[in-house]
T-cell receptor, first 113, second 112 residues
Framework: GENVEQHPSTLSVQEGDSAVIKCTYSDSASNYFPWYKQELGKGPQLIIDIRSNVGEKKDQRIAVTLNKTAKHFSLHITETQPEDSAVYFCAAAAFSGTYKYIFGTGTRLKVLA | DGGITQSPKYLFRKEGQNVTLSCEQNLNHDAMYWYRQDPGQGLRLIYYSQIVNDFQKGDIAEGYSVSREKKESFPLTVTSAQKNPTAFYLC???????????FGSGTQLSVL
């Protein structure tokens, strides 16, 4: 079946450094790629998303890039802060009557003060 | 305060017992979803509903049931047929034509 691979599963960075999380998807019909941040015991929160007709999108310290040819997209967080520590999930979605999401397995990011 | 409300936050199930997880949204969204989250795994779709009185099975529907009698509500019942129910359950909603998916705060279900 279709899947989304996400790497790394854990990532530790020093405060102020950058963090990069990578995802690869298999369904070529996917045209929407959101990223979610999940804090302990809470539901995922949408932090940034990108559509397949765009190669890059930036929102303050967060950016997402998409390479449709390689079926690859990445989350970039610059100037990391301790409050960025959380689990981050990528997803790839394709529309078929409604959007169907395939989620990555998550990356636990730790920002060390 | 708009959003998705899940209750309870923690739930315990005894052997052979059915339990129901509540999900209510006031976002006026047509579509609602139930996902299961296990440690180290991605979210897996249990059931979804695009409109009132209609719902479809997701990838792991066995041992679960749902209803959609009102637009705002999409309760999930974990039946005794679900042999491994311990997980974090997430409800989500979206406008049917909008790709953005919004999540509730989740319910942690454990077996006694």
């Amino acid at each position: 079946g279709e899947n989304v691979e996400q790497h790394p599963s854990t990532l530790s960075v020093q405060e102020g450094d950058s963090a990069v999380i990578k995802c690869t998807y298999s369904d070529s019909a996917s045209n929407y790629f959101p990223w979610y941040k999940q804090e302990l015991g809470k539901g995922p929160q949408l932090i940034i998303d990108i559509r397949s007709n765009v190669g890059e999108k930036k929102d303050q310290r967060i950016a997402v890039t998409l390479n449709k040819t390689a079926k690859h997209f990445s989350l970039h967080i610059t100037e990391t802060q301790p409050e960025d520590s959380a689990v981050y999930f990528c997803a790839a979605a394709a529309f078929s009557g409604t959007y169907k999401y395939i989620f990555g397995t998550g990356t636990r990011l730790k920002v060390l003060a | 305060d708009g959003g998705i409300t899940q209750s309870p936050k923690y739930l315990f199930r005894k052997e052979g017992q059915n339990v129901t997880l509540s999900c209510e949204q006031n976002l006026n969204h047509d579509a609602m979803y139930w996902y299961r989250q296990d440690p180290g795994q991605g979210l897996r779709l249990i059931y979804y509903s695009q409109i009132v009185n209609d719902f479809q099975k997701g990838d792991i529907a066995e041992g679960y049931s749902v209803s959609r009698e009102k637009k705002e509500s999409f309760p999930l019942t974990v039946t005794s047929a679900q042999k491994n129910p311990t997980a974090f359950y997430l409800c989500a909603s979206s406008d049917r034509t909008n790709e953005k998916l919004f999540f509730g705060s989740g319910t942690q279900l454990s077996v006694l």
